[in-house]
């Protein structure tokens, strides 16, 4: 099976586990205000991304049935 085709499921897969690994070492507090400060931008983008590379490893075996 030739692996240059999973290319871009590699890509969004890994760009998903650096976002997933921001989120994880960013620090989160509770303001004066009492505000939680979060950077909750980087785990809506984490499931944004490995869905999208569920699905295009979905269409690329799709492709290679064919």
């Known amino acids: 099976m030739n692996l240059k085709k999973f290319r871009l499921t ?3 897969f890994g760009l998903a586990n650096v976002c ?3 989120f ?3 620090d989160s507090y509770v ?3 009492g505000i939680l ?3 909750f931008g980087f785990l809506a983008l984490f499931w944004l991304l ?3 590379s569920v699905i295009s490893l979905l269409i690329t075996l799709i492709r290679l049935r064919r």
């Open 10 to 12: 590699f890509i969004l």
């Open 20 to 22: 997933l690994a921001i």
């Open 24 to 26: 994880l070492m960013s």
């Open 31 to 33: 303001d004066q205000s």
């Open 37 to 39: 400060v979060e950077n």
């Open 50 to 52: 490995l869905f999208s």
